[in-house]
């Protein structure tokens, strides 16, 4: 950190935060900042120069494992916008960055800090605004029918349909209770990270072959930061079979957008986000 | 209600409750459930043969005003939720009626109710698609910016947009704290329904107006539930004016979707609220 | 039948009639309605507590074989006309139900029955829009080239384009003069039902499983009315198979439409079907 | 007419045929073709070289009084088939030019000729095509509401929607029994030909206007062949306004698709109108 | 050539012209007008009795190779424009032919000539327009990766995107400088007509046949003039196959279009190009 | 410029370069790079930290005025390519900004240089890009209708045309010979930079308010680069008038994303610009 106040003053809000005692846990949850945000070496060049801190997310309150279904996501928005407006009003940023790939509260918390004039960023919103700067369609890797679904409906809300490919699924839904245990992408990751052979690399990675042949994707890139890990790794793979597709990631994407809004010294409209007495006002809103 | 068990056994949530001692509270919240559901007066036809109960919604968690942002639609969605599954559980219904022109929580609800087989219906999804029915597009009446916000985001999710008209705004916001007094619509609806003069009702056909003859909606409809009771009062209006165009009632829609729901058997797609852990799976979800 | 009026009283009017004496007749055309309407005795439920009577439709004007091109369908679609018009001034019914799949004469029937407020339901019609209040895009089942042709034409007119997934074929075309004889739907039905094994099913669940698997179908139906008898058979193969998907019936699509329309007290609207001299008119039509 | 067999053999077919004693009856219905003919002076030209007869179109089987809703245009289209179908089977004509602005008939007519290696071409049809070539959108002129929502179909079956700026309608309805009688068109006509002001086409001007401005048109056409008419007035008066915007004229732009067929050696896709059993199917049909 | 003057009197201009020495030139540049111009035996029907010219060409100002990709386009789009100049100042025609699949320079073309009162018309963009009054969707063959890129930048331009069923490659990109040589194009021309087997037809009736059946395609034409040639080969197949689409011909299409607009007697819209400083203005302007 | 290299390594590239004795010429062409470069003081921040040239763009080859209608463009985005390959090959920079608002030669440009891995911004695609990210809906502010019209061709390449609400014109066309004086650009700025009123300040600000209240914009941006000057003029009025609605300058954009692909390490798709033999080929291109 510099003497000098950064350009950039950014809080990363982690998407949820299992309980320390969950069986369900498979991040750190404390220590330096640089480790307990997922990829930090992947993301170190971005963020120097930066003024970051990374809040550990709000404590899920529906249960102990991973956000999936539609109700998990309504829970850790709801549960993320404290964080999200405490930071609006320390004054010690001037964006906000949340993680979490299927951004929980995105809306509600571009509601909540449009008036401070800070901007907010998110994975899935900025992935998708990149992938169609770089290509015609994107396409989506996804784990879950239950998290896909859910994610269509982002794609919806940010007018993204047409030019969405597909969503491809590879299945590694996150381990739950009263479910059958699945095939853990920590240890996916772990064998991936090893030179082992991973399946969910080779599946993620015959699915975005598949998007990209048959669906007309020309960008690839996760739904759920549990997959986001797997970006380096299919980008090689691709770039070795010859397909020379960009794989995003979830957090580069939101960090960069971050630092653009930042840079440009823009938010989202008020028209998109209006106060609940705005200052002025439209007759007449198109969808 | 009849000895033998009617073909439809309804639950009713409300859209939320606010405390009883809340100055905003403007509705009765105890007593015989025809009293408590507004409007009862011209829905009670449709109700008849119905086994039908009302819940009073949940407690509000973000304040003692009336949901009208973003903040307060996803406070609301949540806190519905364990009404909605406690209500499957039970056994006692085959649809539930979600009141509350903004639906907080329908998708969520959606996806907690269809492994009972129970049909979930609600009056945004409801009068979108009971008004394509019947026009080419649909105007909706909306009484604030953010709100008609938060509502054109919900056009977007039931993939409606292109079917939209317009939203057309009349300034009638709730009350709320910190905010100067507006014009409550109670004391219009008191007025309209006293024969008296009501700018509420003045400014919503002078809308509704503008959006048949500029934007071309050929039905017309509300979206916040403290703007249904407007209904009776445009369509005369309409009619008088040699306006051949319906005015849709979100209760009645949401009601009459949950009837036809339970009279055809089906329920939302498993496709489209999965499961978490699904009987069959697809490799590619389009959007 | 109730001594006091039913709040339903509905006139339902086949699609087209074929001479009694015709070869390619397969249906019965007298009797009691219950024997006449198809597949009666899975829409009695539905027809309980409605005061019903079916019109055995008009007889066909191009010939004695069962409508399915183009020609065929505008024939059937002047015939039934007058019955419309006639239904219409006898006072008799709040809502008329056109069965036959491809529905025939709808929009001019609609034009005919709205200034006397009386609804007009029809399966093409209903089961687009019921598929489109269940999921995302719903998948056709068709039985021909021409009448599937023909049958993407009411999807564009009824706006339901980018809803429908696909129709997709199994090759059963109605039996007609100078064409080599197909494979009579009559007795696939006939096999279904008794338990044996029937092409016809085989083959609509396999297209109905590539249109979920390849195309995006989420809700399945059929076009033609000849179909309309695989509704429960390949529901419960795909229930078997895991697919959580719904099946419609066009019968029982067209009838719920119909009594919710009454429910609401809605036709469709006067700008869509306007008289010959409206009260009022507007300046600009939107497409 | 040439020694040599001209390059084209058309056959003009009129929309309908009023009975000869009808009181709605303002043109000629015998005599020499070129007086048959609709504004024949401006079509000469490129009917030269053109072996054309024309056919006086099936007398109307609803009534004495000019088409204008559906019901009187699935009549009209209906009526004209035979005369579509004997013209195909008598070898005499290359191409079918279908005369009346709402081509009634026309996806039947195709359906009727394709298998002959007969090209069709219509009004609507061939105006909305050639618009589009010329400019992004088109803005139409209609005379009636009726009228008008039954040709918003036409364009949507077209899938020209999202071409089409606009409708703007001048209220020029035909005469009809139990109707007040209107402005007269042929009355219109005769005074703008002889020179003085007509209000038809000051309001089909003035309407030509806004849909430029306003709504977006970049090329205008009339709907009812009843206004091909205005179409060298609309014409004159824009380019003495300073736009530079074509106005097309329905009966010029069909015979140039026919003449464009014919050249091209093209009918319409076997695939857009199958015939009963045609040689290939597709499995799949994309709407 | 006849003594009174055609009605059409148009010149062609070869999309660009490679030097006399380049090892890449496989055309005549010169001789009678008839040898130069590529399929001139399948054009002479609709050439006779037009007055025609042929420009061969602005010379290439990248390289001797033939156009293929986004800059080669460029270039020779810009090379052409002051032969349009040219063509319009002398007076001679009144109606221009762009040659050339691509149409390098077609919109700046039409910007060139409208306010001469003289319509341009190119391959793709006529092609585009005649596919779509023939059928729903049309597929696209395609030679190189570049080139459909460029190809799929006009689609948009032309607004046809939702009418492009796909593009499908066949693999053989023009040689040039640096690449390995691929499989000459005049090479397989010569042997297709000479009856011998060539794997240019045969892959692409191979795609003609999968977009078809997959993509749903009901009309086909070729993007690069350099496969023009295989138009009557692929029809032959596809109609021996079966299958009843329209395979066609850029040039057939792009002299019809002009022949058409010279009949009509219209150009584009001034709204679409408009000079430096129009007569009229929009205030707005939709996209 | 800093000891160790900078992390972005930047070329701007002025659209186009009047000769120095252009009558038309109102910019500084040399001197020292901050001078060059249009509005420099409002961008200095965000290239603080930058290693950035500026290129003074290529000598105009069509005259010595400013580029505003389709040819013009085409000229000078030939014009610019040999200086983006140039900067490629030096291997000096790792992304190119290019300045001019209709950005001529993007395509062309990204194609040359996508296979060095650098990536290209421009200002009309960033513009639109960062717009869309902010509100549901863009409008546009331009000054010319040939100049519009090109720009419109822009949206509809970026598959903006659904997110764009209108291109809103202000008649402040660029001097050119032959063409009355109209004016000047330059004396406007000059007078708002001096506090004194602008009438292009003021129609501006009139447009922007028409096409938020009308049109349904919820961001503004410029889109010639002639215009960015106006940038903080319009938004602080909407700002005075309580509108909170972001007004982008193209420059910053384009300078923002370029950053952003630098951060991220993308450059565009290699499908979206393929070499002339990519390493893996694709059957099928959707469009």
Same mark, same amino acid.
């Given at each position: 950190?510099?003497?000098? @106040?950064?350009?950039? !003053? ?34 170190? @060049? ?16 529906? #249960? ?8 998990? &996501? ?10 999200? !407006? ?11 960055? *949340? *993680?979490? /790939?299927?951004?929980?509260? &995105? ?9 401070? #004039? ?35 409906? *982002?794609?919806?809300?940010? !007018? ?11 299945? &590694?839904?996150?381990?739950? %209770?009263?479910?059958?245990? /699945?095939? %853990? ?5 772990? =064998? ?28 690839? &890139?996760?739904?759920?930061? /549990? *997959? ?17 597709? %960009?794989?995003?990631?979830?957090? =580069? ?11 440009? /010294? ?7 986000? %209006?106060?609940? !007495? ?5 007759? =007449?809103?198109?969808?």
């Amino acid at each position: 950190m510099t003497a000098t @106040p950064s350009r950039y !003053r950014f809080l990363l809000i982690q998407g949820f935060r299992l309980p320390a005692d969950s069986p369900y846990l498979h991040r750190k949850l404390d220590g330096p900042k640089e480790q307990t945000v997922m990829d930090y070496p992947i993301l170190a @060049p971005m963020l120097e120069g930066v003024d970051w801190e990374v809040h550990g997310g709000a404590l899920t309150t529906y #249960g102990n494992w991973p956000v999936e279904n539609r109700q998990e &996501f309504m829970h850790s928005g709801l549960a993320r916008l404290p964080i999200v !407006r405490e930071a609006c009003e320390s004054g010690k940023y001037n964006a906000i960055v *949340l *993680l979490g /790939g299927g951004e929980p509260g &995105f809306h509600e918390a571009c509601e909540i800090a449009r008036p401070y #004039g800070i901007p907010v960023s998110s994975c899935a919103w900025s992935q998708m605004h990149v992938a169609t700067m770089l290509g015609s369609r994107f396409g989506v890797i996804d784990l879950a029918e239950s998290h896909s679904s859910y994610y269509a409906n *982002l794609i919806l809300q940010h !007018r993204m349909d047409r030019r969405c490919a597909s969503i491809r699924l590879i299945y &590694f839904p996150h381990d739950r %209770p009263g479910c059958p245990s /699945g095939r %853990p992408l920590h240890e996916e990751r772990a =064998k991936a990270r090893a030179g082992e052979r991973s399946e969910a690399v080779e599946e993620a990675v015959e699915q975005a072959v598949a998007a990209i042949e048959e669906d007309g994707a020309e960008v690839i &890139f996760m739904s759920c930061s /549990g *997959l986001f890990w797997l970006q380096p790794f299919i980008q090689s793979r691709l770039d070795e079979m010859g397909w020379e597709v %960009p794989v995003l990631h979830g957090y =580069k994407c939101a960090i960069s957008m971050a630092k653009a809004m930042v840079d440009m /010294g823009v938010t989202a409209s008020g028209l998109k986000y %209006p106060g609940d !007495r705005p200052g002025r006002r439209r007759r =007449k809103k198109l969808v």
